[in-house]
Every structure is written in C-alpha cells, then in structure tokens.
C-alpha cells in the first residue's frame, strides 16, 4: 500500500542554519504530495505541495521538489528562523482515494 | 481568508459515554474528512464524506463512529460508546477537489 517515509526527529538547528528534511514515499501511480507544519498546540496547516514530477513546491522560504525518480520529497530552507520550530508532516493524496496518508512528523528545533 | 473550524477545542469524557465532534468546513468545499492524532504518533485518516455519504473509511473507523453533515455548514463524527483508546486529537478537513484538504485546528478528547 502506499506509505510515506520522513526522517526522525527531532532535527536541532540554529537559527540562519540550512534545513533538510527528508521524506521518501512508496505509491501506485503518480499521487500528489506536500508538506503540513503543526505549530506548537495548532492544527495542521498546508505548507507546500507538488502534484507532479519535478513540480517544486514553496512557501516561506521553504522548498520541496517532486522527484519521481528517487520517489522523494525533501523539505528544504536556506536560512531557518526560531519561528520555524515546529512539527513538519510529509504526506501522499492518492488520485484514486484522496486520502492524505502522512508520515511519522519531523520535529524542527531552531535555536537563536 | 476562510477557514476550518472546530468545536470544542477539549473534550473531556467518561469511557462508555458518547461524543459528538463538530466541525464548519470553508463553506464552498464539497469533500469532507476526519483525521486522528494520537499523542506522539502519525496522523491517521478515519473517514471522507461526499454528496452525503462516506466515500471511504479506515478499519478505524468501526461501528462506534458515525459522521453526519445535519445542516449545510457542520460536519460532525459521533463516537458512541467512547474507549481510552479513543483519546487522541480529532481534525477536521474540507477540500474543494482541488487535492489540497485545509484542517481546522483539532478537538482534544480525553477519555478518562
């Protein structure tokens, strides 16, 4: 079945420091994919997305770029900020269900 | 700029007793969703509703829950005969099948 892979957490940065975080996905078909960021006692809210090979999705300075490929999807940000700790949630939509099925969350701590 | 909401934003409840989440999707969506958070661990997809039906539904999902849309603004997920395994973060979502689902910002349950 379709599954999404991300990194483990917590990733521990300082601030203006250069953010990767990886995600890999397994899915029939070409789904849509994108990233949600879960503040600190808020819901989830969309980041980014990519519906197909080679989109790149951005949003606040962050960045992720669809590669069929090698079936990932990895978040990046040249410059983090303290505001950007959070959870991080990799997720696939699968054309033919529309279900958003998500990884574990990547938990970001940026340090001033 | 429209958004998702959610009441309540705790629920606290005894295990056996039923609950009724409620949710106001942006108003001209037409697909609807429930998702669930439990503490530390991945968002799961339970149920997708559309044209007043379940479109699909996780083996979550059993007999204990139901989701109904009553009027043309709310959505809600009863559990009826809730267990402590229930308590979790409930989200709502509401997508107007474009791929991209917008979460409201989640109820708490807490079944002691």
């Known amino acids: 079945g379709n599954s999404v892979t991300q990194m483990e957490g917590p990733v521990t940065l300082s601030e203006e420091a250069f953010l990767t975080i990886n995600c890999t996905y397994t899915?029939?078909?070409?789904?849509?994919l994108f990233w949600y960021v879960q503040y600190p006692g808020e819901g989830l809210q969309l980041l980014l997305k990519?519906?197909?090979?080679?989109d790149k999705g951005s949003n606040k300075g962050f960045e992720a770029t669809y590669r069929k490929e090698t079936t990932s999807f990895h978040l990046e940000k040249g410059s983090v900020q303290v505001s950007d700790s959070a959870v991080y949630f990799c997720?696939?939509?699968?054309?033919?269900?529309?279900?958003?099925?998500f990884g574990t969350g990547t938990r970001l701590q940026v340090f001033p | 700029e429209p958004e998702v909401t959610q009441t309540p934003s705790h629920q606290v409840t005894q295990m056996g007793q039923e609950v009724i989440l409620r949710c106001v999707p942006i108003?001209?969506?037409?697909?609807f969703y429930w998702y669930r958070q439990i503490l530390g661990q991945k968002v799961e997809f339970l149920v997708s509703?559309?044209?007043?039906?379940?479109?699909?539904k996780s083996e979550i999902f059993d007999d204990q829950f139901s989701v109904e849309r009553p009027d043309g603004s709310n959505f809600t997920l009863k559990i009826r005969s809730t267990k402590l395994e229930d308590s979790a973060m409930y989200f709502c979502?509401?997508?107007?099948?474009?791929?991209?689902?917008?979460f409201g910002p989640g109820t708490r349950l807490t079944v002691l």
């Open positions: 990519a519906t197909k090979a080679d």
């Open positions: 979502a509401s997508s107007s099948r474009t791929d991209t689902q917008y």
């Open positions: 108003s001209n969506h037409l697909y």
């Open positions: 899915a029939t078909g070409y789904p849509s």
């Open positions: 509703f559309y044209n007043n039906e379940i479109s699909e």
């Open positions: 997720a696939l939509s699968d054309k033919n269900t529309d279900k958003l099925i």
